[in-house]
């Protein structure tokens, strides 16, 4: 079995993505983007609408991948993006995203077009 420093760099971004690869952790990435600075849990959980409980998985799966980093304060916790290419990494999938949905509209109006000629 290989450690995670072992690994061959495709299986730790694999992994990277794994963590990424839920609504809600998206979610909870676009919050932190936005808040631009650590950001109380209380924060996330009054925009995003999910129990605590499961607020507190997601946050420790992105803690686990170093996609977020935590402080406490009292009894307040925060949370902000690890690094602020993350941020970036969100931005390049909205626009990839963007030009595929941009591509398969184009491709829906030639083909209605093409029933149209019938």
């Known amino acids: 079995m290989t450690s995670a420093t072992d690994a061959p760099l495709y299986e ?3 992994n990277l993505f794994k963590a990424l690869a839920h609504p809600a952790r998206v979610r909870i990435l676009e919050i932190l983007v936005a808040a631009d600075g650590p950001c109380a849990v209380s924060d996330i959980l009054a925009v995003l ?3 605590p409980s499961l607020l507190s998985q997601h946050l420790s799966v992105l803690r686990r991948h170093h996609v977020v980093t935590s402080t406490r304060a009292g009894n307040a916790v ?5 690094h602020p290419q993350v941020a970036d990494l969100l931005t390049v999938a909205r626009s990839f995203l963007l030009d ?3 591509a398969q509209q184009e ?8 029933d149209g000629r019938r």
Request: net charge negative.
């Open 49 to 51: 609408d999910v129990e």
């Open 107 to 114: 491709q829906l109006a030639l083909a209605a077009a093409l």
């Open 12 to 14: 730790i971004k694999a």
């Open 100 to 102: 595929r949905l941009a």
């Open 78 to 82: 925060h949370y902000e993006l690890a």
